[in-house]
């Protein structure tokens, strides 16, 4: 019974620990990014969403619809497809497209 008790105290004290260093990386973590935006992060939340939108502007006609719809209106791909009169799989290929084209422009 001793060494039961023994190994209960002792492993109980160690996830103890262990939790004590995750919840103060957890609180650090929160202080470094979860702490209030300030007037320059605000600025450049903005500078990329305008970025991505001309980025998208730029892309070829039915691949920028496509991107559209998935991602802007919260299409399904089957709803995409019966929208543009295409396959699944043809929405699949413009998306994988715009993706690529996406990657491309902001490398």
Do not use: C
């Amino acid at each position: 019974m001793r060494a039961y008790l023994f190994a209960a105290v002792r492993n109980r004290a160690l996830h103890s620990t262990r939790h004590a260093a995750v919840a103060r990386r957890f609180e650090e973590s929160e202080r470094a990014f979860g702490g209030e935006s300030t007037r320059s992060d605000d600025v450049e939340d903005a500078e990329q969403v305008a970025a991505l939108t001309q980025a998208i502007t730029a892309l070829p006609g039915r691949t920028r619809l496509a991107i559209e719809l998935r991602w802007l209106r919260q299409m399904s791909h089957a709803e995409v497809a019966e929208a543009m009169d295409i396959s699944i799989k043809g929405v699949e290929k413009l998306l994988a497209n715009g993706m690529r084209l996406l990657r491309r422009h902001f490398e």
